[in-house]
């Protein structure tokens, strides 16, 4: 390839990645996918859940090797055979999970895992001392914070920036990060985006993973799209918008759903809550929720939003208050209770949940529904396969190869199967759902919403948290707006969006 003559420094790539290809048996996972990346660029990967962006972020990151194609650092082939020899050659990865250990301080957290300032190196190179740490930390505007900080006792938004500083500690030519804000709210996304926007100004080449698109469009200077495994197009983020990228990964345009007439059913007793209160974290909440009506709970972190679905779901060992659904008593504090009375939690934290991520995806949709389909102790196999081929195309999950285990789909994937399954249990009366599409993409969305309605129309209660402005007023039929554990005033589902941000982040004292 020429380059560089001409080209001024910033301008040459840093990284370029060149026809990469990898299969898992006969899925062709990424399929000759090029793109390069510039000193001090951030560069947009965006992608429907599946499209191969994990997997292009592993063969960057030595944690898979490419079937075919190249990488190239400054010119030069890299060699990545391990997560570690990414690093000795300058490519660092943030990644979704957040990696720190909650025991260990902020300066203990910064040296682990490091080549470059790890323990490894220790007699090499001069430890990095706390001045250089409190240096990186400034740089991803943290200034001010005490090194010797317990993890546990930052917020997650915190947690992410000392992720980033670490990463910055590992002076990396190439900084990739994935999905950094999907678990953040609007104002620690923000600090999010001013550090990596430091990092790009310290010449450093920035690979931004996520689904959000309008901070995609805000932050990156280009947008790499992928769509099943292969490259759609790599353009400048001034020179595009979010229908157009939308319509790019899904290779259509996206169909958003009409406004749901709520059926109302006053007859029907549904969900009534009285004076629920946790602790500190939540004052006495009080609603009386009709059978057949979606309720949104919307707030930022640490607003109570969850912790009333938690509550509700008997995960608050300290709850106090009355609750009936139906007509029947609801005991608090236990969970076995809730969900005899019909009452399913998806809470925010899936992983621990737990799908059986080594057995099928059929079998994952299936496991809330054995009784359903078993008779006289055996299963019905046609009836199971007519069942698993419907509910998969429920949430558009890809037909092929129902049988892999679901450990093979991608993480937005995984959370359809996870939400297909528990929606569509028949004895569910009260659904309580925490951030229902987190990390899931627009189509995904678009089908688990239509569940969600699915399950309001037959009847079910619906409760859900959310911090995503788009999806209260998508979803809701009627909005609660929460902070500091009050509850801070209640909206029909046209209330717009501006009007949601305001309660949830201008207003300190709410009337609970
Ligand atoms: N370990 C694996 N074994 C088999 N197939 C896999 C494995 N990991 C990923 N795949 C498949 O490779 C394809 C690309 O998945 P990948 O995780 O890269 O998508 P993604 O764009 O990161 O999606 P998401 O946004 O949901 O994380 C998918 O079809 C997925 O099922």
Not at 150 to 173: D, F, H, M, S
Not at 306 to 335: C, N
Not at 401 to 411: A, D, E, Q, T, Y
Not at 496 to 503: F, G, K, P, R, V
């Amino acid at each position: 390839m020429q380059q560089g003559i001409t080209e001024p420094l910033e301008r040459q790539p840093v990284l370029t990645v060149d026809g990469l290809t990898l299969r898992f048996g006969d899925n062709l996972a990424v399929d000759n996918v090029s793109f390069s990346v510039a000193r001090g660029e951030i560069h947009g990967l965006v992608g429907h859940n599946g499209a191969g962006k994990s997997t292009v972020i592993k063969m960057l990151t030595g944690q898979l090797q490419p079937d075919s194609g190249t990488i190239g650092l400054d010119s030069e082939a890299a060699r990545l055979r391990s997560r570690r020899a990414a690093q000795r050659q300058g490519i660092s990865l943030v990644d979704q999970e957040l990696s720190l250990v909650p025991a260990l301080s902020i300066s203990e957290n910064m040296r682990l895992g490091s080549v470059r300032l790890g323990a490894a190196d220790a007699g090499i190179r001069p430890r990095l001392t706390h001045v250089l740490e409190r240096e990186l930390l400034t740089s991803v505007g943290l200034p001010g914070v005490d090194v010797n900080t317990r993890v546990e006792e930052l917020t997650l938004g915190q947690r992410q920036l000392v992720e980033i500083a670490r990463a910055l500690g590992q002076r990396p030519r190439v900084m990739i990060l994935d999905e950094p804000t999907a678990t953040l709210n609007e104002t620690e996304s923000q600090y999010v985006y001013a550090a990596v926007r430091r990092v790009a100004e310290q010449g450093c080449a920035v690979i931004f993973v996520s689904h959000r698109l309008g901070e995609v469009l805000a932050l990156c200077d280009h947008v790499t799209v992928l769509r099943d495994a292969r490259l759609v197009r790599t353009c400048n983020s001034a020179e595009t918008d979010i229908a157009t990228l939308m319509a790019d990964m899904l290779g259509e345009a996206p169909h958003r759903l009409e406004r749901r007439v709520p059926a109302h059913d006053e007859e029907t007793p549904g969900l009534s809550i009285s004076g629920l209160a946790v602790g500190r974290e939540l004052a006495p909440f009080t609603l009386d929720a009709s059978a057949g009506t979606i309720y949104a709970l919307a707030g930022q972190v640490g607003s109570g939003a969850s912790t009333v679905l938690r509550a509700l779901g008997g995960l608050e060992p300290s709850a106090v208050g009355a609750v009936r659904v139906a007509t029947g008593r609801l005991r608090l504090a236990d969970p076995a209770a809730a969900a005899k009375a019909g009452v399913v939690v998806i809470s925010n934290d899936r992983k621990s949940e737990g799908l059986f991520l080594s057995r099928s995806i059929a079998t994952n949709l299936l496991a809330t529904r054995l009784s359903a389909i078993s008779r006289w102790g055996f299963i019905q196999r046609i009836r199971q396969r007519r069942r698993v081929a419907a509910l998969a195309e429920l949430v558009s999950l890809p037909n092929a190869g129902l049988g892999r285990p679901v450990s093979s789909l991608s993480g937005g994937n995984q959370q359809k199967v996870f939400i297909a399954r528990t929606l569509l249990r028949d004895d569910t009366r009260v659904l309580l759902i925490d951030e229902p599409t987190r990390g899931v993409d627009v189509g995904g969305r678009a089908a688990i919403h239509g569940l969600i309605r699915r399950a309001a129309d037959a009847g079910v209660t619906v409760l859900f948290a959310s911090t995503e402005l788009d999806e209260l007023v998508d979803l809701a039929d009627i909005i609660i707006t929460m902070k500091d554990g009050r509850v801070v005033r209640q909206h029909s589902g046209t209330v717009s969006a501006n009007e949601l941000m305001y309660d949830m982040v201008h207003i300190s004292e709410g009337t609970p």
